[in-house]
């Protein structure tokens, strides 16, 4: 009876502090859940006819927009909010709840690695409220991030579970783990890395067995890697980004080796320190804020040099005590292989969404000291702690709001990142969609200063000038756009709207044709040439054109009525 009443005590203090984690993770994120549609998620949501019509199957056989990557479980949900309707609190429930999910997910894994629950608790509970993890939270397009985080803890409970069970439910758990770990494959590529972290959790769960079991241990979900590498393979064509990221994004990807490892190391120390201190954070951190790395020499690289030994010192030392210290590290760094820009050049040189699951390696860490102040029965520990949670969660509180629009996010983030081109140039957009021509104009100088080679910015200065009725000045800016990138469309679409408004009917066919040898499927492009074609008396000519476009399918509404006005038009042509 003893026992049986003990079990239910138990019982109900796991419930509670799992009520607990569960509600530190939803109550900092409660002030942004009406936030609109911002930055990626335009693209990939909002105005992605795969998610708003296309069918669900084709996302498993069409890469993720915009075409470098393949996510079909995360476009699924995106598709299956998109059918519940709800607007953008739909998604962001969504995103919220997955973030309470995986807390208490963390909450399990840590109880793993850590002997006493207030360690475990205190993993979660910082987990829950970190500032860090806002951008992958409040950004619907970070749930990439929550699925992939939830599934591969899922995944590693499952290896430490069926090291302790056995029979049915040994192979309940094995079964279940192995799924995990092949849907988060689908739900976000970097999943791979926990191949990496099975030895560490079975080791864990079984300390007594050989060193060579655990690496088998991980061979089946090396198999299943393999095999979603042969997948990916098929659907985009190659293992790696198709096409190298832009110097923008990412200028780690136009460097050689060395200026690109060493950039890393800074962008490592970088995080860690965001980790620390997350006081100053960015949606944005591209080409210039992080300057490359060009010598050993360098302040920052020798700053980071340091901070990284220090940590690995630390690290080594107190593992001799407490190897958990050791498991914590490599929590850390194992999820961030891929991402690190170590192996290869992703798609960007440092955002903060990516530390969403290598961060758990962090809170344990923390969780560790609080599971030693448990141990000594230092209870200072627990006031330290709670205020350490309420300060955490207020600034997730406070910066969750950034996510309300666009206007609001790119300010932000233009504020934080004051040296990234795209920064400025994101937030020039924002200011012209509100009628604010003359401060989008210094944000788009701003942007081109920064980054000389920018189009987008050139582009972005033209439009402000036709917007203000400069057709000359607007003209220039243009011109320059499509120097710098002959394939831009839309710059070479306004030079012919520009030339068309003047009556140079040849010069305006020209831009037409030319950006339509870049982007021959733009819907714009051919209804203007096709009115172009008409104005010079080729009506077959401009019905050849618009026949192209019911080809095409599906257009936009803007262009739909374009379409049905050159029609009218031919028509009256003819009856004349």
């Known amino acids: 009876m003893w026992a049986m009443s003990r079990h239910w005590t138990e019982r109900r203090r796991t419930v509670s502090l799992v009520a607990v984690v ?91 690695f850590l002997s006493s629950t207030a360690g475990a608790f205190a993993t979660a509970a910082i987990f829950a409220v970190h500032p860090i993890h806002t951008e992958a939270v409040s950004s619907i397009v970070g749930r990439a991030e929550l699925l992939a985080a939830l599934l591969v803890i899922v995944a590693l409970i499952g290896v430490a579970r069926q090291a302790s069970a056995s029979g049915c439910r040994r192979s309940a758990w094995r079964a279940a783990s192995l799924v995990s770990f092949a849907v988060g494959l689908l739900a976000k590529e970097s999943v791979f890395t926990a191949i990496g972290l099975v030895p560490l959790v079975d080791w864990w769960a079984r300390p007594r067995e050989k060193g060579w079991r655990h690496l088998c241990a991980a061979l089946p979900y090396a198999l299943i890697g393999i095999a979603y590498l042969g997948l990916r393979i098929g659907v985009i064509g190659s293992l790696g980004l198709p096409e190298p990221p832009g110097s923008l994004d990412n200028p780690l990807a136009h460097v050689a080796l060395l ?97 969403y699951l290598p961060s758990l390696g962090w809170c344990l860490g923390l969780g560790c000291l609080a599971d030693a102040a448990a141990r000594a029965k230092r209870r200072i520990w627990i006031p330290a702690f709670a205020a350490l949670v309420a300060a955490l969660g207020a600034k997730t509180w406070l910066r969750n709001p950034d996510w309300r629009n666009d206007l609001v996010l790119f300010t932000a983030t233009a504020q934080a990142s004051p040296a990234s081109a795209k920064a400025h140039h994101n937030v020039a ?112 000519g401009s019905l050849r054109l618009l026949s192209r476009l019911d080809a095409l399918g599906l257009v936009a509404p803007d262009v739909a009525d374009l379409v049905a006005a050159a029609r009218r038009e031919i028509e009256a042509g003819a009856r004349g």
């Open 429 to 540: 957009v924002a200011l012209e969609r509100a009628g604010q021509l003359d401060e989008a104009m210094d944000e788009f100088r701003e942007s081109f200063a920064i980054y000389p080679q920018y189009p987008g910015a050139a582009f972005g200065i033209g439009h402000v000038y036709s917007l203000k009725g400069l057709d000359g000045p607007a003209l220039h800016w243009y011109e320059k756009a499509v120097r710098l990138d002959w394939g831009f469309a839309k710059a070479h679409l306004q030079i012919g709207l520009l030339r068309e408004r003047l009556r140079e009917y040849d010069t305006a066919e020209a831009a037409f044709r030319a950006g339509l040898a870049g982007d021959p499927d733009n819907a714009l492009l051919l209804v203007n040439l096709s009115a172009t074609r008409l104005e010079q008396g080729d009506r077959w």
């Open 22 to 112: 569960a509600v530190l993770a939803v109550v900092p994120y409660l002030n942004g859940l009406n936030g609109d549609f911002t930055f990626d998620d335009v693209g990939v949501i909002r105005d992605n006819p795969m998610i708003q019509r296309s069918s669900p199957l084709r996302l498993f056989v069409d890469p993720y927009y915009p075409g470098a990557l393949y996510r079909p479980v995360t476009m699924l949900s995106y598709a299956a909010n998109a059918r519940l309707g709800g607007g953008t609190f739909g998604y962001h429930v969504v995103n919220v709840a997955l973030h309470a999910l995986v807390s208490v997910g963390v909450l399990a894994l840590a109880g793993v």
């Open 259 to 355: 200026p690109r490892l060493l950039t890393a190391i800074v962008v490592l120390w970088e995080y860690v320190s965001l980790l620390a201190v997350p006081v100053h954070l960015a949606a944005d951190y591209s080409f210039n804020q992080i300057p490359i790395v060009l010598t050993l020499l360098d302040p920052r690289f020798l700053l980071a040099v340091a901070g990284l030994f220090g940590a690995a010192l630390s690290v080594a030392l107190i593992s001799r005590r407490k190897p958990e210290v050791l498991a914590a590290a490599l929590l850390f760094l194992v999820p961030l292989g891929l991402t690190a820009n170590v192996l290869f050049p992703i798609g960007t040189i440092k955002a903060e969404r990516l530390l």
